[in-house]
């Protein structure tokens, strides 16, 4: 079994910066790319932004400049480093990351429980 498990979220004002945090444990051989989405009250989830193993990121362009992911492989984690903040950044975020189980050569994608981040005067 595979676990996601975000940390970091909470209230910041517009203007502010966040980090979020994702911690994958279980039987793992191996973990390709990694991303975080989010989830808006009332809208469908979205790409926020990924990273390949090697380190190539890739993000939504309304976040292009403001975020930066980065992740850790040797301790399996997946960070988000958000600055700028506006109010519309306000959203469920969510760890999400592409691994090959211990035993398997194909990856499954594995979702975390999510982090609010709500940012608000």
């Known amino acids: 079994q595979v676990q996601l498990v975000e940390s970091g979220g909470g209230l910041v004002q517009p203007g502010g910066s966040l980090s979020v945090s994702c911690a994958v444990s279980?039987?793992?051989?191996?973990?390709?790319?990694m991303g975080w989405y989010r989830q808006a009250p009332g809208k469908q989830r979205e790409l926020v932004a990924t990273?390949?193993?090697?380190?190539?990121?890739n993000y939504a362009d309304s976040v292009k400049g403001r975020f930066i992911i980065s992740r850790d492989n040797a301790k399996n984690m997946v960070y988000l480093q958000m600055s700028s903040l506006k109010a519309e950044d306000t959203a469920v975020y969510y760890c999400?990351?592409?691994?090959?189980?211990?035993?398997?050569?194909?990856?499954?994608?594995?979702w975390g429980q999510g982090t609010q981040v709500t940012v608000s005067s």
């Open positions: 279980g039987s793992i051989f191996s973990i390709r790319a």
């Open positions: 999400h990351a592409e691994v090959i189980p211990s035993g398997s050569w194909e990856s499954r994608g594995s």
């Open positions: 990273i390949t193993r090697g380190g190539e990121p």
